[in-house]
């Protein structure tokens, strides 16, 4: 059996995932990034392989992806987040042909076909207010951490308006909803209805067919889907087992798992 991993390197958390032959999943590890990506990168590693039942040396292949990629020496090959996200999306839901990558630093819409390959996609512009980072800066101002944008949003009873396309504009609407004595559940809630209204056009711009699917560090927060499929009018699916925020590293050690069978192929054939 072989085994690879795949690395995804992102601004805000690192994701690792390790897989055998089959592509079943042995072991993963995400944790924050932090500064130094070659370290995250190793740290991130060492605990996806602590207790998946593969050894360091029984990895034959490692690739890396995300906004550090090129920075993991540990890896083998360094792949866009949009291939791997294809890759994990279509493994997990074949019927799938537009997937929204919802990040921290980018929030990516992009278009696939029957086989996984990426026909055209759409990232938001440079602003932090169409990009995961807004919430996390949001919810860190209301004292809390990014995991719970799911549970508070969900607990919302009426979402405040948050109308400002600048992350600084935003920031006075959510502290001047703060001081109405608005409740933290409802500003987190309109935090994410203002996201959700972005990242919609993105998919409207990228000529989204559907079924659609959520993938990133977003994929769980419900309100977001929620938000989506009644903005575009269809649903959308979401990755098995709350494995959305490891599609990037999901994708990547299949594609590892890819390049590995070719290079045997290769050397077999000389």
Avoid at 85 to 108: F, I, N, S
Avoid at 146 to 159: F, K, M, N, R, Y
Avoid at 223 to 247: N, R, T
Wanted: hydrophobic content about 45%.
């Amino acid at each position: 059996m072989t085994f690879t991993a795949g690395i995804d390197l992102g601004s805000s958390y690192t994701k690792v995932v390790i897989v055998d032959g089959d592509g079943d999943i042995k072991g993963k590890s995400m944790g924050p990034t932090g500064f130094h990506f070659a370290k995250a990168a190793e740290k991130g590693l060492v605990a996806a392989l602590d207790g998946s039942g593969v050894d360091r040396d029984e990895l034959e292949y490692i690739a890396s992806t995300g906004f550090g990629r090129y920075a993991a020496e540990i890896s083998d090959l360094s792949i866009t987040e949009l291939t791997c996200h294809a890759v994990a999306t279509h493994r997990w839901l074949p019927e799938v042909r537009t997937v929204l990558d919802a990040g921290g630093q980018t929030v990516k819409a992009l278009r696939m076909d029957e086989n996984g390959r990426v026909l055209g996609f759409r990232l938001n512009d440079k602003c932090a207010a169409g990009a995961g980072a807004f919430l996390q800066k949001t919810v860190k101002y209301l004292g809390y951490d990014v995991t719970d944008i799911a549970p508070l949003s969900e607990a919302a009873t009426d979402p405040v308006t948050v109308s400002s396309v600048c992350t600084v504009f935003a920031e006075s609407e959510i502290i001047n909803h703060l001081a109405a004595d608005r409740s933290i559940e409802d500003v987190c809630a309109g935090a994410v209805i203002a996201l959700t209204d972005r990242a919609a056009q993105l998919v409207k711009r990228v000529k989204a067919e559907p079924p659609f699917a959520l993938t990133g560090g977003l994929a769980t927060v419900k309100l977001l889907s929620q938000q989506l499929e009644e903005i575009l009018g269809s649903p959308f699916l979401v990755p098995p087992d709350g494995l959305g925020a490891y599609a990037g590293a999901y994708g990547a050690a299949l594609l590892a798992q890819q390049r590995l069978e070719k290079m045997k192929v290769s050397a077999s054939a000389q």
